[in-house]
């Protein structure tokens, strides 16, 4: 998991110089979700070709919503979110993903919430934290902290010479919506997750689907919208290995570590991971980019992870006592078949044995 936190961490690097070298956001998400699908696809016809259930209307419904919320919408959101900010600032504003999550699968009557207990206080405090460490870092910036200095600066050493909409669009109240659009965007997947898993239990297969769907999307909109066809043009730069990284390695081998972990470990483990990135793109943004790091970002990143734990422990309470009881209930029920099936039988082949003698 460390390993899966420095790839995403990479990417978000990557992202700001191809954003700055004057490529088309929604062009670089179209070509991500390509080489991510030229990668996973045959990984999920092999793998998987003798597990999956037949094709349906359904599932492919399903795969077009998840490619739109998990792939195009909430990637566009991210990287236009990326380039009025920094890699910093929308790193730390992903940490609020799970107490997004929490919240609208309430909605959805797909979590309880106790706030009589513990564990449901708990998840109620975390998301409000993380919800304040969001505004704090967006409002307060407070002095700068100087830990070291490289003079490496990639960003302003490359020219920008294209998409004039890329160029310096600092505004972070506008790009802290988008950020945290993007967010709901990625939990209204995880939602669709839960079903899509229900009817389509493959997982490489299921992940083919949505990039198949999100590079359809991508390609659509970014046709429709862009109209400079040289933007589409990759040589051996900076764009080709952002898209080639982001495709290949974030959207398709980390997603067979992510799934090794989940299946040792479980999904809290892998969740408590993600603030890991903040810390890791922290240091690569001042290193490489350049990036000034300030109070505000510091004290509400901090809020934000001390969010996230408080929401992660008070669902893994409620996770160990759903199981608890579960095992109580099965433990209960075979020692009750036990006595009233098991018992009575000899006793009643004992008394007709004994009526027949006596007749």
Not at 120 to 147: H, S
Not at 267 to 279: D, E, I, K, Q, W
Not at 291 to 311: D, F, N, P, R
Request: positive net charge.
């Amino acid at each position: 998991m460390v390993v899966v936190q420095m790839v995403f961490a990479g990417v978000n690097v990557l992202y700001k110089l191809a954003v700055n070298d004057g490529m088309s956001l929604k062009i670089m998400i179209a070509f991500r979700f390509i080489f991510a699908s030229i990668f996973i696809l045959p990984l999920a016809f092999f793998v998987e070709r003798n597990k999956r259930p037949k094709m349906s209307w359904s599932i492919l419904l399903y795969g077009f919503f998840s490619g739109l919320f998990g792939g195009t919408l909430s990637q566009n959101l991210y990287v236009q979110s990326l380039a009025m900010t920094s890699a910093t600032f929308v790193s730390a504003m992903q940490n609020l993903c799970p107490a997004i999550t929490f919240l609208l699968a309430l909605s959805f009557r797909m979590e309880k919430l106790n706030i009589r207990r513990r564990e449901g206080v708990a998840k109620v405090l975390g998301t409000l934290v993380g919800i304040g460490g969001a505004m704090f870092l967006t409002f307060y910036k407070g002095f700068e902290i100087r830990i070291w200095t490289t003079h490496v600066d990639f960003l302003n050493d490359r020219h920008v010479a294209h998409a004039p909409e890329n160029a310096h669009n600092y505004n972070p109240l506008l790009g802290c919506l988008l950020a945290v659009a993007s967010c709901v965007s990625y939990s209204f997947w995880l939602i669709l997750q839960t079903k899509m898993t229900e009817i389509y239990p493959c997982h490489y297969s299921s992940t083919a689907l949505m990039c198949v769907m999100g590079a359809i999307q991508g390609v659509a909109i970014s046709m429709c919208v862009e109209r400079d066809w040289k933007q589409w043009k990759l040589g051996w730069n900076i764009r080709l290995l952002t898209v080639a990284y982001a495709g290949i390695v974030a959207s398709g081998a980390v997603v067979v570590i992510m799934a090794w972990c989940v299946r040792a470990r479980g999904p809290l483990y892998v969740s408590v991971f993600s603030p890991l990135m903040l810390l890791l793109v922290a240091i690569a943004g001042s290193l490489c980019l350049d990036e000034k790091l300030h109070l505000g970002s510091v004290i509400g990143a901090v809020l934000i992870v001390c969010g996230l734990y408080m929401v992660s422990w008070g669902k893994s309470k409620e996770m160990n006592s759903s199981l608890q009881l579960a095992t109580a209930e099965s433990v209960g029920e075979l020692e009750l078949k036990d006595v009233v099936v098991t018992t009575p039988k000899p006793q009643n082949d004992c008394l007709k044995n004994n009526s027949t003698t006596s007749t």
